[in-house]
């Protein structure tokens, strides 16, 4: 009866967990897509410069003033020979996304963004030589069909928006393979990565976003109605983005591998559904149907390199590689993101 009792409430604070991850991350997507759309504040470098900003005051206030996570002590010359490479594909990930997301849909992005796992196994595949199970490789063919059926039936397709969201998964997945060689021997959870990386995508960022969008964000501050009411929730989207990386870490450390690549695609379909509900972008019904396509290949991918990574290894044989769950990949901290560790594997 004990026994019972614990597994419910574990199950329930599970439960909570996933719930609250899902609210911020469909949140933060929506309020970015509302100041793109509705705001008309067509600027997304200085909206990832918000997040980076937001994000930076909320890790230091979290391990430094609260104290609620202790801080992992790097090297002032481990700073600059590994979080600075990572921070700076981390902000191109997180800009593209913000571009991306001004052109196109949020259905289609965040489609597009499911590409992850492809991109991943190629590259490590192309660039790094590591070979994969054959299982892998019959895992990404219904994430590529699905992705091919949406693209070509996307009804509000835009090539720029498109690239900028493709270009993106193969940010992610460099981030998230650098990650393994780069931040080898720190154990990071999602807080201190956005203490150390969100200060670096700050510095990366602000001079391009000053140069390239300074002049019309005063202009639009000059011309619209309620600029005040406009910046207010343009601020609530980094302080929400940051809420959505303290959720992250409540996640990971409350479901196991397989319940998190599961909730991370229901994730997807719930942010298609509430952004279709909002913005009323036209779907039609092969553009479902290929998305649905994508997010079923995506947890079928995930479950079989869980299945893989479960199996005892052949004497004599190499074990396959270990390759970014998608979306919601536990190395993709920061929105539009994404959202998308791999220590639960």
Known sequence: MEESVVFNLSALRSLLCILQWWAFNVTVIIVNKWIFQ?????????????????????????IKVLKIKPLITVDPEDRWKRIFPMSFV?????????????YIPVSFMQTIKSFTPATTVLLQWLVWRKSF???????????????????????????????AALVGCLATSTKTILAESLLHGYKFDSINTVYYMAPFATMILALPALLLEGNGVIEWLNTHPYPWSA????????????????SIFYVIHSTT??????????????????????????????????????LVGCTFYGYVRHMLSQQQPIPGTPRTPRTPRTPGSKMELLPLVNDKLENKV
């Open 90 to 102: 981390f902000c191109i990930n997180i800009v593209l996304g913000n571009v991306s997301l001004r």
């Open 38 to 62: 509705k705001l008309d504040f067509k600027f997304p470098l200085s909206v990832s410069c918000v997040h980076f900003i937001c994000s930076s005051i909320g890790a230091y206030v979290v």
């Open 133 to 163: 199970d054959s299982r892998i490789w019959a895992s990404l063919i219904p994430i590529v069909g699905g992705i091919l059926l949406t693209s070509m039936t996307e009804l509000s397709f835009n090539m720029f928006g498109f690239c």
């Open 231 to 246: 910046l207010t929730i343009i601020f609530s989207s980094g302080v929400l983005a940051f809420c959505l990386n303290f």
């Open 257 to 294: 591998a397989v319940t998190f690549n599961v909730a991370g695609n229901l994730k997807v379909a719930v942010a298609v559904l509430v952004s279709w509900l909002i913005f009323r972008n036209p779907i039609s019904y092969l553009n479902a149907v290929g998305c649905g396509i994508t």
